[in-house]
């Protein structure tokens, strides 16, 4: 099965996105086809490759839709995946509809205020006799209104007549459709009682029309897509800002000369020079040089590393100070830029289980507003004429048939999810934290319970010397360390490098060590200025010493260091715990969620570890294999639950949590083994991203429930549900201007999310 990426022209409601859904679902050869409104944007999974484009889009074709193939490309320039923001070519055709539907609105909005400002008046006048009328005869704003709504339906609202042409051809209707019957209709009824007076009262028709109502809401409605789409664009400001991060062009060293070359042009192993301020274009290992890189983009922390020969430098990020010359590793496509930006772009177009609903609704939504619709001119026409006789009931029934029509909008139903998917995966993106589909940030919201791995996740995963204790009272801490450094600096053991490092970051000076020998098992040994120094494990007596079993209590190894066949001292070594732990703990806690550590080190170790950190329960002496064990006997107790872990070897682990999240380096992004990941591995981040999936789900619940509140209130109201009780009829007027608010009002409310402090 093959997957392919397209942009929709033609797209502009819940149930546009709808009708494409089933049409492409219903073709053989196709196993799935999920198409987002917020993004226009199409993911069709093909079962066969007998289908081509042009094939698709002769279907599509026959109901206004288009289908374009979006071009995987490396530069920055054309970069475009399943749900960013337009680009290159298809960026400008949007930004250049966005300046078509802005010179619509100044054009349709002034004449709309002005008949809206009459209606108001002369609502206003009938109500307050004080007030005088509008200082025009009806025969003569009849003709304006009559030439101006003309306009405004046939050219200003041409997208909506060509909705209901669509709908008579091939039965689909749209959002268009609805817009362009009730204006229609509205034109229609008016235009023909100013025309035909004498029929009008022979047939005894109302008087009344409703030219300012079709001029206000196609106004109303114009303004409202405008608005929509300048904001849905927005939505996509994470990825541009991504992207914005590649750069265009890089230096590399060929043939002993230095050329410019475009990033895409850039291969592995490629010698590339960086200068000052420049932005490093490739993911890479320095070769010469050292400097000073700003790795904000990817860390989120403000200040620059240093980097020397033999250390890994990331495409994106900015060279601060010093030139130096890598070896490019990644091509452009390949660098961890360009793969988070895969991921986001993937993760944005993706659904959450909550759109299902709103999707299902949507579907048939349209349709049924029709029959509602006619169901309603219907009943006024026959039981209102019982009431009101038919004149009246007439006038109210091409009311309700309108303002029906007008007011009834799935936009809000298709944009409620995808909008606050795209912004808030966007946000997580800005703060490093990547998620790979809308489901895993919807089950995060959920979450109730947190389980870190030990190494590497809560501790910073590499021996450390903690304690250095004299056994003799001649020798002092300070000699201790460098006798046994100097003799480990010889070994390639990680305790030995411990050592080693920590005498190092003391400044001390390594002496000369002869006939060094690594004793399997035991220690290592050799000689010192003529003297036998060895540093090995603590025999069995040794390990009832109080010193040594205090520190072995608390988790951590020991090692002694004998001169001469008589012991000098002590060094204990432990993991360290990461200086963010206890406070990302913390933060947990005060979202109400419950954290575990889980580990394949012994019970000591980890509960010292855990009390440090503030930890509620500790699993351990874990084997890999059993971890996912523990994971699933969690929810069995009905428990929700995320592990953090590395990404490798909690894979089985990460695979069975609800959502498993892996604390990745920059280089080492274990996008595929988790539903979130969280680069340089901090921790902290770990309580940003509930929150983030909480706020975002919180934003999902507000834009449906307002979305489902709007059409059971607005539907009613329009229909002229309060008349009989109360003598209220809604005008269709407002009908629109409420439909235009409405979508406008969930993208905003998305938006909210972009400024979120996590």
């Known amino acids: 099965m093959t997957s392919k990426t397209y942009s929709v022209k033609g797209m502009h409601c819940a149930s546009c996105a709808a009708i494409i859904t089933r049409k492409l679902s219903a073709v053989e050869g196709i196993g799935k086809a999920d198409v987002n409104l917020a993004t226009e944007k199409a993911r069709i999974e093909f079962t066969g490759n007998g289908l081509t484009d042009e094939a698709l889009n002769q279907l599509l074709g026959k109901y206004g839709y288009g289908l374009e193939a979006e071009q995987p490309s490396s530069s920055a320039e054309s970069k475009q995946g399943a749900a960013g923001p337009p680009s290159g070519r298809l960026k400008k055709e949007k930004e250049q509809e966005l300046i078509e539907q802005r010179n619509r609105v100044l054009i349709a909005l002034p004449l709309a205020l002005a008949f809206f400002t009459a209606m108001m008046w002369e609502i206003a006048a009938r109500s307050f006799p004080a007030l005088p009328p509008l200082p025009v005869d009806m025969d003569t704003f009849n003709s304006v209104a009559l030439l101006v709504s003309s306009y405004m339906v046939f050219r200003m609202g041409?997208?909506?007549?060509?909705?209901?042409?669509?709908?008579?051809?091939?039965?689909?209707?749209?959002?268009?459709?609805?817009?362009?019957?009730?204006?229609?209709?509205?034109?229609?009824?008016?235009?023909?009682?100013?025309?035909?007076?004498?029929?009008?009262?022979?047939?005894?028709?109302?008087?009344?029309?409703?030219?300012?109502?079709?001029?206000?809401?196609?106004?109303?409605?114009?303004?409202?897509?405008?608005?929509?789409?300048?904001?849905?664009?927005?939505?996509?400001e994470a990825i541009e800002k991504l992207i914005g991060l590649q750069a265009k062009s890089a230096i590399v060293k060929r043939g002993g000369m230095e050329i410019e070359v475009p990033l895409e042009q850039v291969r592995s192993g490629d010698l590339v020079v960086v200068r000052p301020g420049a932005r490093i274009p490739v993911d890479g290992v320095i070769a010469e040089g050292r400097s000073s890189i700003d790795e904000s983009m990817v860390t989120g922390e403000p200040v620059p590393v240093d980097r020397k020969p033999g250390d890994q430098v990331?495409?994106?990020?900015?060279?601060?100070?010093?030139?130096?010359?890598?070896?490019?590793?990644?091509?452009?496509?390949e660098t961890v830029l360009a793969r988070i930006i895969a991921m986001v772009e993937e993760a944005q177009g993706s659904k959450a289980p909550i759109q299902n609903m709103a999707d299902r609704i949507a579907a048939v939504f349209v349709p049924t507003v029709l029959v509602l619709a006619s169901i309603t001119f219907i009943a006024w026409i026959t039981v209102g004429s019982a009431y009101l006789g038919f004149s009246s009931a007439l006038s109210y029934g091409i009311m309700g048939l309108v303002g029906i029509l007008v007011i009834a909008c799935p936009c809000e139903l298709g944009l409620a999810t995808p909008t606050a998917i795209i912004v808030g995966i966007g946000k997580g993106a800005e703060y490093g934290i990547l998620i790979r589909n809308a489901q895993s940030l919807e089950t995060l919201s959920t979450i109730d319970t947190v389980v870190f791995d030990k190494t590497g996740t809560i501790t910073s995963g590499t021996p450390s010397v903690t304690d250095t204790e004299p056994l003799d009272a001649k020798s002092s801490p300070e000699r201790i360390l460098q006798l046994s450094a100097s003799v480990e600096s010889r070994s390639e053991h990680p305790l030995a490098q411990a050592i080693a490092g920590a005498a190092k970051k003391r400044g001390m000076t390594l002496l000369d060590t002869e006939g060094f020998e690594s004793l399997e098992g035991v220690g290592v040994r050799g000689s010192i200025d003529g003297r036998a120094v060895r540093v090995r494990k603590p025999d069995g007596n040794e390990s009832s010493l109080p010193q040594v079993s205090r520190l072995q209590q608390q988790g951590k190894t020991v090692v002694m260091l004998e001169e001469e066949g008589?012991?000098?001292?002590?060094?204990?070594?432990?993991?360290?715990?990461?200086?963010?732990?206890?406070?990302?703990?913390?933060?947990?806690?005060?979202?109400?969620?419950?954290?575990?550590?889980?580990?394949?080190?012994?019970?000591?170790?980890?509960?010292?570890?855990?009390?440090?950190?503030?930890?509620?329960?500790?699993?351990?002496?874990?084997?890999?294999?059993?971890?996912?064990?523990?994971?699933?006997?969690?929810?069995?107790?009905?428990?929700?639950?995320?592990?953090?872990?590395?990404?490798?070897?909690?894979?089985?682990?990460?695979?069975?949590?609800?959502?498993?999240?892996?604390?990745?380096?920059?280089?080492?992004?274990?996008?595929e083994s988790a539903g979130v990941t969280i680069l340089r591995g901090d921790i902290r981040k770990v309580a940003q991203s509930i929150e983030l999936a909480r706020a975002t789900m919180r934003v999902i619940r507000q834009n449906l429930f307002w979305a489902f509140i709007y059409n059971i209130i607005g539907i009613p109201l329009a229909a002229g549900a309060l008349y009989p009780l109360f003598g209220i009829f809604l005008n269709p007027v407002f009908s629109g201007i409420a439909m235009a608010g409405s979508s406008v009002s969930v993208v905003t409310n998305s938006l909210r999310l972009k400024a979120k402090k996590l």
């Open 158 to 236: 041409a997208p909506f007549l060509h909705g209901i042409v669509m709908f008579v051809r091939s039965g689909a209707a749209s959002m268009d459709t609805l817009i362009g019957i009730g204006t229609l209709v509205a034109w229609t009824h008016s235009t023909f009682i100013t025309l035909f007076p004498h029929l009008r009262d022979a047939l005894g028709l109302p008087h009344d029309t409703y030219f300012d109502a079709a001029i206000v809401v196609i106004g109303f409605v114009l303004l409202g897509k405008y608005l929509e789409a300048r904001s849905k664009m927005r939505t996509g």
């Open 314 to 333: 990331i495409g994106g990020t900015i060279n601060r100070q010093g030139a130096f010359v890598f070896k490019a590793s990644r091509g452009g496509n």
């Open 566 to 671: 008589v012991v000098l001292g002590l060094i204990a070594l432990s993991d360290t715990i990461r200086e963010e732990a206890a406070g990302a703990v913390q933060a947990l806690h005060d979202k109400g969620i419950r954290v575990i550590m889980l580990t394949g080190d012994n019970r000591l170790a980890a509960n010292y570890m855990a009390s440090q950190a503030g930890i509620d329960e500790v699993i351990a002496e874990v084997l890999p294999t059993a971890k996912a064990d523990r994971i699933r006997e969690l929810q069995q107790k009905g428990r929700r639950v995320a592990m953090a872990g590395d990404g490798i070897n909690d894979a089985p682990a990460l695979a069975l949590a609800d959502v498993g999240i892996a604390m990745a380096t920059g280089t080492d992004i274990a996008i």
